[in-house]
């Protein structure tokens, strides 16, 4: 099937523990995003990356690191530094199939910091 | 002013009814703009694309008014699968420009009851 799969579906995390959310996809898109959503609130952009081995830092990055080994994946680490990291993480792909500019997005990872 | 402004709700309205929901954005050079529908603790799924003055897909029409920077949604013999928040979502960049950011509104919950 192709698609965007995201782990694990929950997360639940101590305090001061850094942890990596995965985020694979097999549509062959170049561009992946991360996103974070609260309660009441728009998606929040934290980091995206165009092409392997580069990415850029979006609206909230602070707290967080991304790599981009692999086309396919896209993990996130929400450090210790994180402040307020119970939320509810995206990941989105972005392809060039028809030259628009849609997203579609994994199932999310719920993250709660105990 | 938010980049992208939607009324929250709930639209609470029967089945059979037509309903719109309405999203102004702030930025008068953005190109493309897309509604996604989102249901209660899952991921935002691409419902339309909205590239000219608008477009159709079924009960559903997206128009888009770049004179009065809004975009809208109408949703006709509303069904009680309806029941979601539709995000409006807009992109300031053009389509063959650089950044392929998205900017998300907070979401219109609507509730199609019997």
């Known amino acids: 099937d192709g698609g965007i799969t995201q782990s694990p579906k929950y997360l639940f995390r101590k305090e001061g523990q850094n942890v990596t959310l995965s985020c694979e996809q097999n549509?062959?898109?170049?561009?992946m995003y991360w996103y974070r959503q609260d309660p009441g609130q728009g998606l929040r952009l934290i980091y995206y990356?165009?092409?392997?081995?580069?990415?850029q830092k979006g609206d909230i990055a602070e707290g967080y690191s991304v790599s981009r080994e692999k086309k396919e994946s896209f993990p996130l680490t929400v450090t210790s530094a994180q402040k307020n990291p119970t939320a509810f993480y995206l990941c989105?792909?972005?392809?060039?199939?028809?030259?628009?500019?849609?997203?579609?997005f994994g199932p999310g990872t719920r993250l709660t910091v105990l | 002013r938010k980049e992208v402004e939607q009324d929250p709700g709930p639209f609470n309205v029967p089945e059979g009814a037509t309903v719109a929901f309405n999203c102004t954005y702030s930025?008068?050079?953005?190109?493309?703009f897309f509604w996604y529908r989102q249901d209660c603790r899952k991921e935002p799924k691409l419902l339309m694309s909205?590239?000219?003055s608008g477009n159709e897909d079924g009960r559903f029409t997206a128009q888009l008014n770049r004179a009065s920077q809004y975009i809208s949604l109408l949703i006709r013999d509303s069904k009680l699968s309806d029941s979601a928040t539709y995000l409006c979502?807009?992109?300031?960049?053009?389509?063959?420009?650089?950044?392929?950011?998205?900017?998300f509104g907070t979401g219109t919950q609507l509730k199609v009851e019997l």
């Open positions: 990356s165009q092409i392997v081995n580069d990415f």
């Open positions: 989105a792909t972005q392809g060039r199939d028809r030259g628009y500019n849609e997203q579609f």
């Open positions: 930025n008068s050079a953005s190109q493309s």
């Open positions: 979502v807009v992109n300031p960049y053009h389509l063959t420009g650089g950044g392929n950011k998205l900017t």
């Open positions: 909205v590239y000219s």
């Open positions: 549509l062959n898109h170049d561009a």
